[in-house]
């Protein structure tokens, strides 16, 4: 090679580079990316996860304990494991299709559209959030509006706006995401730009290897005391899950093994 | 001819004589027939209510579906679009409008609250004088075409799901492959229907929107049709049947039997009334002829002495009695109609509201006299009157004139 | 007036009523076919107001009772907030004692606890949803007539605690047979799933188109069981016997439950807010018709009582100058028009309780519009009611309309001047 041609490769392998790092960084601001990337990490490509949810209203409070595990941003599988009246129930999401399994019926069903509003197991989530926990992604278009720093870390705060025909109920959402992909607080704002509801990050740590958000919050704001916790006990990420895993056999018919893989 | 003459002068001035006598029965007989009158423009009213709103919500003069719609109105009995044979009748002279529709459950969801409703997938120029979609929007604007991609909601249902116009609703239903169909909707407007019921059970969008939404392709849930005259409809029922074989095409009478079973009913009360008035209006014109004949037997008996033939007097009498039930039912119609255009902005039922949703009456009941009763309250009164008067007008004629002279 | 008949007293005080009765009563009969005319006016304007309130009445019962008896009942316990939402948690805790006290309450023929809540059920082939209520199987009977409407199959039984009696509609929506099975998933008190599996053991029809959309019936016990109620109901449906005793029994109810907080009796108007509203708007229609009718007939008379006090202008003319007191003369006419329309009156009610009674037996069939009245709970044979009300309120309208037209040709009698009236032909 001639060292005029080496010098103009080697100019053009650093221009490239430069321009590759600029945009790295330049992507690390653009608020899609930032969402997308926070939704990636909690949800992993796959994973496992033991977690407790704690329902907790002004005149009772219940706990319940149960297996999770995830796929993509579609696929999910909760098994309840406690209290032993709900042990054995499940519901299967693949797609946007939802299933319930009650082992008391030994019974599978669908979830009917008009199912999708009501409130999972008693929780401040509906159907309808579980199923569409990937929509943030889909469905809205984002703006930073700043970033804090916090506890050593830069934090941004997004405002997300649905799409026209999105189906989406909220006016607005407000995240504030940390820079090391942790969602710390999301907001749904109604269509007067109220808050609704909000779900927090209440504790910090460390869960499957990496740092995690192991305990959240989601309450209304408009009622006091109404909130459902949900805490992480276990976590794997990035398993090599069996397709077989997200079926409806599974879902009536639990395989050991894949418990604890 | 003359004599006729002659006998109507002696007739008017019979009873113009005693003014007080006449002015009672004439208060009688009009206050019957004005109540006659108004009571029948009451119960039509309430039947052009319930038979509007039976054709005019959504049903039109008789709809075309799938076989297995009417059992189970889900996007899995959807139809295709009309084919050629009927498009040719639907666009005859008989028909005043037309047009298919997509309708499906579905759920309507906001921040604050979620309701189960009919989704209405239309195409806006059709519904025009096909249902009442197209007049009810007082609020926002109309859909521009089956294309439109915003939501037109009652505003009781709006007030429930505390929305507006300007704000986003979620739709959810099923797909015709059975997966959920969810979409975001502006609302562009609301409608205000004649009960809130309608308002809280139907939410229109554009068709097409709907059919991309479902996945139906091109099928369609249902056809309305509008006749120009409702009583052209068996005749172009029968054709419509042939041309759609394979399809369940029915008439409104069929899809609301019940506003059929009311106006049958509401016939049946104004009849019964209008027998009840006459009767109680008859004994009073009766004892009121008797009197006026009775006090004038010797100037029957000079008439009759003088060579007035009896047939004569009781025509004279019975010309009395016209006289007096045509200025009655004039008066009486008057009454009605003077009544009945104060009324004319209708009577606001709006204090006993789920009373009147109870009895099938929407929030004002407009009073409607149909000629039909007019003529018949006043025929039954005249004509019954004039054949109540006959005795009175018998009796005076047959005084032997001697006897009837002498008589103090 | 015949002779030999006194005016003037020869004592000193009044002339006795029995004095102007048999006047009266003379001056009646005068003109015995103008009198039976009227008679027959007033006793036809009395026939038809009995009979047509007592149908009214007859049939407002009718509707109320259809309609409570179906399912609302008379009375109701509930949770307080209830009524305005139904939420599951908005109960009555330790429901059988409290149960147990209503039905010690004087007045209460049956009483009855139910539990419900809103559901998916689900056939074999679909899923609809529906209102899931818990029933007393033994109980229910007492208080509803949806176990008597049963079209096929059987009422629950009690005995299995896992069967289920569906309204029509929904059962063809569900495509669902006797025998067949269904389960229901809903939220429970603790938020988790409630879940049962029931075989339909019966279709029902109420007529309702309400229940038999959307009804399941299952018995009590399961439904606590399943939707983890322990001993809580949502309502305790409560009969009476009759309509009129449901206010002082809702006191006595009251009373009874006082120690208990966050509890209240509704009555069946509270609970049926749009019935009682219809009911109101027919009878204000009714009111309408009856006043016309009343006028009409009060017109048709007034003439009768103007020429009776005219044509005997020369004789009271003749009494006047004798020295007879023109307010005498005044009473008598009075009474002769009270006479004649107590008569008439008297007539026309006994005739029309007469009708009523008869038909109170047999009933009025509206075979032709069965269904449309099963819509407003109306049976298609009405039986007119017929009591104290219906039987005085028609006539009494007409005595208190007639009685004020009867006053005016009595007042002409104190303008009369003697010498005048005695030429009068």
Redesign the interface.
Known sequence: MTRSLRSGLVALALILAAFGALKATAAADDPATIVKGAIDYWRDVTSYTVVEMTVHRPDWERASLMRAWTRGEKDSLVRFVKPARDAGSATLKVGDDMWIFSPKLNRVIKLPFSMMAQSWMGSDFSYNDLAKSDQIIHNFTHRLVKTDKQDGHAVYVIESTPLPNAPVIWGKERLRIRDDHLLLEETFFDQDGKPVKRLSAVKIGRLGGKVYVTSMRMEKLDEADHWTEITYRKASFGLSLPDAVFTLSNLRNPRPGWERP | MARLALLLRLARRSVLRNRRRTLIILVAISVALWAMIFFAALTRGWENDVVHNAIFTLTGHLQVHAPGYRDDPSVDHSMKPPNATVAQLLAGTEVAAWGTRVRVPAVVMSEHDTAGVTLVGIDPAAERGLSFIADAVHTGRYLDSPDDRGILIGRALADRLGTGVGKRVVVMSQAADHSVADRGFRVVGLFEGDREATEMAYVFVGRRTAMTMLKLGSRVSELAVMLRDRRQLPAFLARLRTAASGLDVQPWTTLEPMAQAMVALGQAWIWMFFVVMYVAMAFGLVNTMLMAVMERTREFGMLQALGMRPRLILIQVVFESCFLLAAGAAAGIGLAAGTLSLLHGGINLSILAQGAEMWGMGKVIYPAAAVVDVIGATALVVVLGVFSSLYPAWRAARRVPIEAITRN | MSAGTVIRSTSPQRPGLRLYLRLAWRNVWRNP??TL??L??VA??AV?LVFMVSMQLGGYGAMIRGATGVFTGDLQVQAEGYHAKQRLRTAIADASSVEARVAAVPGVTAVSSRAQAFA?V?SATR?Y?GMIVGVEPAKEPSVSTIPRTIRKGRYLSGATSDEAVVGQALA??LSLTVGDEI?V?G??L????A???LKVVGIFSSGVPELDRQTVEMPLASFQSAF?LGDRVHAIVVRTGGLEAVPHVAGLIRAAIANRPGLTVLRWDQLL??????????AA?GW??YT??V???T??????F??SVL?RTREFGVFLALGTRPRILGRVVILESVILLLLGLAIGTLAGAGITAYAGVHGIA?S??E??LA??SLPARIYPRLDLLSVTLGPAAILLATLVAALFPARRIRRLRPVDAMKAV
């Open positions: 076919r103008r005319l009227t027959s006016a036809f304007a038809i998916l689900s899923t949803g063809s929506n389960t998933l939220q429970g603790d938020g988790s799933l879940v049962a599996v983890l807010e749009g019935l009682k509203q219809g009911i109101a708007m027919d229609v309408f018709l016309a009718l006028l009409v007939v017109f048709s008379i007034l003439n009768t103007l020429m044509e509206f032709s519009s269904e449309l819509q407003w």
